[in-house]
């Protein structure tokens, strides 16, 4: 039988048939060899349908539970600042939207959702934002120093995008130990139909190469059904991803947002999203995989599903209530309303009733190793 690929939402193209039989073969060898050849990914890949989606959940889900039991990670997200130079096409935040409402934290605020988040459990905090130039190399090491003093034994992830590597050394020394760095599409032809001409994908491979060698806890990551996205593209995705062995990977649906040159375009499927996630953990057992805020957003069950096909991280809100809306990536962005205590507790909860636990602790990939 040949897999039936007539499900609505995927912005991905057909692809050459398989049969269910050959796909759950290929998924048999992504196990067994950690990933496949291009032409192999893409086929897989493109004969997404629920016989094949099933298959790889329970796969996917007998390895996470294998390597991280019931353990849920939590990450603590302190959106930062909004501001932003670059002029990405598909994000809410880029600098040529003159309706975004900007903001940026000042670091008294950011130590306080850092205590707050201590208070709650947390043990890892994410800092992320725009490119946003206020924020100098200087000041960014300042505040890490800072939130290393008051938080020994926490770790520090930054997400702020492309910096020169001194920079991320410097950030290193002053006791950064992760950081998030989505490459967004390994694809150089689709990176361009995503970014304007001064952004390219070599440099931004560089920089996760380069946090890498340094020796951050890395994650790159990309979005799902982004306009122009084709299994191919999907494809070198896993390639890249596989030889640059990140310790994360973060994914989720595109989502447009309205006041982007993508906000007509169709949003990501959530079914090809769960598919691709149960396929990153088969093929990298060990892998840091967060069930993502845009998952949580196309579906009410969007993080648990995620869980359910793979993934092991959830990176609840820490950001002040009052700059919640403002950090608006895409349309609809859920949790803008709920204090941290709130999103935390409410996490917890989802966890629970879908058979898992959040642990308290830093979540080291090299803990559980
Ligand atoms: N400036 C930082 C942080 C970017 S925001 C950086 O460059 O890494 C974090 C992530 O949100 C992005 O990497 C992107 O993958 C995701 N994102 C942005 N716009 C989105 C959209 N419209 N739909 C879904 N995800 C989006």
Known sequence: MAADRSEKGSSVSEYALLTIEEGMQLIDRLQREHGLPKTEMAALIGAHCPELRDYAKAKARAIADQQ????????GLIEFTNYCKNDCYYCGIRCS???AKR??????????CCREGEKLGFRTFVLQGGEDPYYTDDRIVELIRQIRTAHPDCAITLSIGERERESYERFWEAGADRYLLRHETAAASHYQKLHPRNMSLEHRKQCLRDLKEIGYQ??????????????????????FIRELHPEMVGIGPFIP????????KMQGSMELTLYLLSLLR????DLLL??????????????????????????PNLSPVGVRD???????????????????????KRMESAGYHIVVGRGDHCDVR
């Open 103 to 112: 903001y940026r934290l000042s670091k008294e605020e950011i130590l306080a």
């Open 68 to 75: 991280y039991g019931k353990d849920i990670y939590i990450r």
């Open 218 to 239: 890395t994650g790159c990551g990309f979005m799902v059904g982004s306009p122009g996205q084709t299994v191919e593209h999907l494809a070198e995705d896993f390639l």
């Open 97 to 99: 939207n003159a309706r």
């Open 326 to 348: 403002k950090y608006s990536l895409y349309d609809g962005k859920v949790c803008t309303g709920d204090e941290a205590a709130e999103c935390r507790n409410c996490l917890e």
């Open 257 to 264: 947002h309205c006041d982007t040159p993508f906000a007509g």
């Open 282 to 285: 088969i093929g990298q057992p």
């Open 290 to 315: 967060p069930a993502t805020t845009a998952l949580a957003t196309i579906h009410p069950r969007g993080r648990e599903m995620g869980i359910e096909a793979g993934a092991n991280v959830v990176m």
